[in-house]
């Protein structure tokens, strides 16, 4: 699979994951976290995978990802069987087709608001003004328009979140990868979190995301 | 270019530490080419003082190898084995036919200048007092080709000198010490006789051993005063490339069967000295260097740890670990560049300051000042001293940092 152009080899259809079985190694042993898991992710879907802390929710995800790799089974995305590409090779689909919000915003502090969203579309080999317009739109479609120039660390906590979204929005990414760990988010970022999404689900609706 | 941004941002963003590395760059950069610039400065001074003084290769005594036979006799007294052998050589003091050098050393296009000297012992009376001297007989017109003696006169002129053919130009040392000054007439006593000669010019050569001990005086007057009409004298050769001395003194040495000695060989005690001085500076003050990269080395090993989340994030969005490695190598470079920049500017700013130190140095070479050499080299080569140091800093946390695993980090993190 040639990831090296999002066009030529853009993944159609859903993503799925085939008998899946990870572990880590800790001091005590090993920790079997999945056990054979498969799903399929369709196109135009959201799939919500919900269970108990520790389950293995966000492993799955970084699997699926292309964060990390499994110990056995298979993650498709459409035709494509992508976990075993080479680290170049997941590290460019992770650019074209995969759009991730951690349960922390993760911004990067050093940067403004702004840079930090238009930071995928400038890996993806857009020039800096494209990228700023896009990231713009992003912005004001969120309300933080009038924050776009504002240090990261300078932001609240919901705001941060916001342009975690628009940053993981940034490359319209045929993935959307989203971790929701409701125990640590205040009321007000859960508020926040769920108006961008059904602001963003309504318009790339057509597009598959988990 | 957008790894270079990046890498931009976290240097700005960490102005302290990344203010120390540069210090450390800059320190060592500026101490390395200033303390190079003072030796080299002092090296390269005492050699175009012993070029402009004695010249670049002297050719003096004429030596015969001598030959030995070894041979296997029977007992039948026939000889079965027989090889000649060079046992050693015999020296005749001084050039023999000196024309002759003279017509075979035109063939050498490499030579700038050629003075024949006719040497010798003598003492020099003022009717007060007596001090001995080594007289050098030279033809002035030659002389001054290859030599610097026309720079080193502080009192007369080279004129007066040609002009009189009983002229004397003296060592510095020599008219302080006899009380001599320009037109005052002095006797030379030894050889065949007394000569009376007026003093043309005083020299001054900053080698305190020739100031105190040589004069200058005709080539002909010489050779009448030592009663030597023809052979005994030396060359004086200065060449066009000094540094190309010791091949052509072999050259020289085979092809005349007359001794040639390079400046290279006859100042090899203090050329040896300034090569010490030169390579110990240079190692101290690496040491500063190295220091830094120590610092700096410290620096972005923490660097990784606090951005070890960032470079998770980053990798996530579609950043490679070569993306990863080079935002970190290019923080170093950012480090490196603004260092040897300012560290270079600060070097040409104390070597002019330090230039302009006023210190009195006589027994070697004569200067009132310090001596710097404004070498480019000194430059670059602080550059590649620090270029490495800062490399090796860096590469290995960059390295560090391309290798996290992003799933890890996120993990870890939450």
């Known amino acids: 699979m040639d990831f090296s152009q999002k066009n030529k080899m853009m993944p159609n259809g859903s993503m799925r994951v085939e008998n899946l079985f990870h572990s880590f190694s800790e001091a005590n042993g090993t920790v079997q976290v999945l056990n054979g898991v498969s799903l399929e992710a369709k196109p135009g879907e959201i799939t919500s995978i919900a269970g108990p802390s520790g389950c293995g929710k966000s492993t799955l995800l970084y699997l699926m990802g292309l964060l990390d790799r499994p110990d056995s089974g298979k993650v498709f995305m459409g035709d494509s069987e992508v976990q075993n590409l080479e680290d170049d090779e997941r590290t460019k689909a992770r650019n074209h087709f995969i759009g991730f919000v951690f349960q922390f915003h993760f911004l990067i502090k050093e940067l403004s608001a702004i840079e930090n969203i238009s930071l995928p579309l400038l890996k993806l080999g857009k020039d800096e003004d494209s990228a700023n317009q896009k990231a713009n739109d992003l912005l004001s479609e969120l309300g933080l328009e009038s924050k776009a120039q504002r240090p990261a660390y300078k932001l609240s906590g919901g705001e941060q979140q916001r342009v975690a979204i628009a940053r993981a929005l940034a490359n319209s990414p045929k993935y959307f990868l989203l971790m929701n760990q409701r125990g640590i988010w205040t009321v007000q970022i859960q508020k926040v979190y769920s108006n961008c999404l059904n602001v963003w689900l309504s318009k790339l609706v057509y597009r598959s995301y988990l | 270019m957008l790894c270079f941004k990046l890498a931009w941002r976290f240097v700005i963003a960490r102005k302290r530490p990344m203010f120390l590395s540069l210090a450390g760059i800059v320190f060592g950069v500026s101490f390395f080419v200033v303390t190079q610039a003072q030796t080299s400065g002092f090296e390269k001074f005492f050699i175009q003082t012993i070029l402009g003084t004695n010249g670049a290769l002297r050719i003096s005594d004429r030596f015969q190898d001598t030959y030995g036979t070894v041979e296997q006799v029977d007992d039948d007294g026939d000889v079965r084995f027989l090889f000649h052998s060079r046992e050693g050589s015999l020296y005749h003091e001084g050039v023999d036919q000196p024309s002759l050098i003279r017509d075979a050393l035109a063939d050498y296009p490499e030579l700038m200048g050629v003075s024949e000297i006719m040497e010798g012992s003598a003492v020099l009376d003022t009717g007060f007092r007596r001090k001995s001297v080594v007289l050098n007989g030279i033809r002035w017109e030659d002389h001054l080709q290859s030599s610097d003696l026309n720079k080193q006169i502080i009192q007369g002129t080279i004129n007066n000198f040609s002009s009189d053919q009983m002229g004397v130009i003296l060592g510095s040392r020599i008219s302080q010490r006899l009380g001599l000054k320009i037109g005052d007439r002095v006797s030379l006593v030894g050889g065949t006789g007394n000569l009376h000669l007026r003093v043309s010019a005083i020299f001054e050569s900053g080698v305190s051993q020739i100031d105190k001990n040589r004069i200058y005086i005709h080539l002909i007057t010489a050779r009448s005063f030592l009663g030597s009409s023809h052979g005994g004298s030396v060359f004086q050769i200065a060449l066009n490339e000094p540094s190309h001395a010791p091949g052509l003194a072999a050259q020289l040495q085979s092809a005349l069967n007359h001794r040639v000695v390079s400046w290279q060989e006859r100042e090899r005690v203090w050329l040896d000295?300034?090569?010490?001085?030169?390579?110990?500076?240079?190692?101290?003050?690496?040491?500063?260097?190295?220091?830094?990269?120590?610092?700096?080395?410290?620096?972005?090993?923490?660097?990784?740890?606090?951005?070890?989340?960032?470079?998770?994030?980053?990798?996530?969005?579609?950043?490679?670990?070569?993306?990863?490695?080079?935002?970190?190598?290019?923080?170093?470079?950012?480090?490196?560049?603004?260092?040897?920049?300012?560290?270079?500017?600060?070097?040409?700013?104390?070597?002019?300051?330090?230039?302009?130190?006023?210190?009195?140095?006589?027994?070697?070479?004569?200067?009132?000042?310090?001596?710097?050499?404004?070498?480019?080299?000194?430059?670059?080569?602080?550059?590649?001293?620090?270029?490495?140091f800062v490399a090796v800093a860096t590469w290995i946390p960059a390295r560090r940092a391309a290798r996290i695993e992003p799933a890890k980090i996120i993990r870890e993190t939450l």
Not at chain 2, 293 to 321: H, P, Q
Request: hydrophobic share 55%.
């Open chain 2, 273 to 388: 000295v300034f090569k010490a001085l030169r390579f110990s500076s240079a190692i101290t003050v690496s040491c500063i260097l190295l220091l830094s990269g120590l610092g700096m080395f410290n620096v972005f090993a923490i660097l990784v740890i606090e951005k070890t989340r960032d470079i998770a994030i980053l990798r996530s969005m579609g950043f490679s670990r070569t993306d990863i490695s080079a935002i970190f190598l290019w923080q170093g470079t950012i480090v490196l560049v603004a260092g040897i920049t300012i560290g270079s500017l600060f070097a040409a700013s104390g070597t002019y300051f330090i230039s302009m130190i006023p210190l009195r140095i006589r027994g070697i070479f004569s200067t009132d000042s310090f001596v710097v050499n404004w070498d480019l080299n000194h430059y670059l080569w602080a550059s590649c001293i620090a270029f490495v």
